[in-house]
């Protein structure tokens, strides 16, 4: 089963002469680039991604669950919960991935109460659904980008937070979470595209086989696991410099007119308690504010149903 970039499945023409749009099972990604597939193109253009590897390995044979991929470069966690959300339950899924929260700790205004909300509203509506609920944990940008310590410090402290959240969440509503952080392959190069932010074919097929086989360690059945045998050669050093000049320095640039500012404001602020030998206070704080975005969840319980769009309040 083909699904359309906008998440519409493309009838498949079967051998007796119909059309063939219904599937057994149904797996809706949402999220944001990652998701997507940013990192392993396919021939004509396009992005396949871990979350259309991992659809293969679900189930019978391959095409038994279908994928429909909600996911949109750029999107926040506020993004999800009232845009692709209410697509997503209206396709009821039996399986839904839900990986967002790195773009927003490159947001000036990036705000953990926000988060855990937005993450806390679609984890629960999805789950009450019946849909096994999939999420990870992201590994620092900073760390990936090289970034000096006064800049990837507040970064890791935003991605620490996010992450945290995403680990009660999940464990709040009985998710399969994966660990992606602590994965030794999330430190090898070749995992990951020219960018350092997405995964190359190699790091999507690796997240998949985590999904895979987390999937599995709960005791449900799935088929065989993705394959991590590649479909070419990775990029060349041209092609990858062809891309940072083309679309890798406009993604950078739009995210820097952003974040750039207040990041630099929260660097100034990092050098200041570094040379006080306070930096602890900054980690603190930040866990303090976490914290308190947790407990001001409402108590879990079942999600109404959803025919119209989802919002922040309700």
């Given at each position: 089963?083909?699904?359309?970039?906008?998440?519409?499945?493309?009838?498949?023409q079967t051998p007796g002469g119909g059309d063939r749009c219904a599937a057994p099972a149904r797996f809706v990604a949402l999220g944001d680039s990652l998701t997507e597939g940013l990192g392993d193109p396919v021939p004509g253009g396009g992005w396949r991604g871990w979350a259309a590897l991992l659809a293969?390995?679900?189930?019978?044979p391959p095409g038994t669950v279908q994928l429909v991929n909600l996911a949109q470069s750029g999107a926040l966690a506020t993004d999800v919960a009232?845009?692709?959300l209410p697509a997503a339950r209206e396709l009821t899924p039996q399986f839904a991935s839900l990986v967002?929260?790195?773009?927003?700790?490159?947001?000036?205004?990036?705000?953990?109460?926000?988060?855990?909300?937005?993450?806390?509203?679609?984890?629960?509506?999805?789950s009450a659904d019946g849909a096994?609920?999939?999420?990870?944990?992201?590994?620092?940008?900073?760390?990936?980008?090289?970034?000096?310590?006064?800049?990837?410090?507040?970064?890791?402290?935003?991605?620490?937070?996010?992450?945290?959240?995403?680990?009660?969440?999940?464990?709040?509503?009985?998710?399969?979470?994966?660990?992606?952080?602590?994965?030794?392959?999330?430190?090898?190069?070749?995992?990951?595209?020219?960018?350092?932010?997405?995964?190359?074919?190699?790091?999507h097929r690796l997240l998949a086989r985590g999904f895979h086989t987390a999937l599995a360690?709960?005791?449900?059945?799935?088929?065989?696991?993705?394959?991590?045998?590649?479909?070419?050669?990775?990029?060349?050093?041209?092609?990858?410099?062809?891309?940072?000049?083309?679309r890798g320095t406009r993604w950078v640039a739009d995210r820097c007119t952003d974040l750039l500012p207040g990041l630099l404001a929260l660097a100034l602020q990092e050098c200041r308690?570094?040379?006080?030998?306070?930096?602890?206070?900054?980690?603190?704080?930040?866990?303090?504010?976490?914290r308190t975005a947790l407990a001001a969840l409402?108590?879990?319980?079942?999600?109404?149903?959803?025919?119209g769009a989802a919002t922040m309040a309700g």
């Open positions: 089963m083909m699904v359309r970039p906008e998440g519409v499945p493309i009838p498949v293969a390995a679900l189930g019978g009232e845009r692709q967002v929260g790195a773009n927003d700790t490159l947001r000036a205004a990036f705000a953990i109460e926000r988060v855990a909300a937005a993450l806390d509203l679609a984890h629960r509506a999805l096994v609920v999939l999420t990870a944990c992201l590994p620092d940008p900073g760390r990936m980008l090289g970034l000096p310590g006064p800049l990837s410090r507040p970064l890791a402290r935003r991605m620490r937070a996010v992450n945290t959240v995403v680990h009660a969440v999940s464990a709040r509503y009985g998710g399969v979470h994966l660990h992606l952080a602590d994965h030794a392959w999330v430190a090898e190069r070749a995992s990951w595209s020219v960018d350092r932010l997405h995964p190359s074919e190699r790091g360690d709960t005791g449900r059945p799935v088929g065989p696991p993705p394959p991590l045998t590649l479909d070419g050669p990775p990029p060349t050093r041209i092609a990858s410099a062809l891309w940072m000049a083309t308690h570094g040379l006080a030998g306070s930096g602890r206070l900054l980690d603190a704080a930040a866990e303090h504010t976490t409402s108590e879990p319980k079942a999600a109404a149903p959803m025919k």
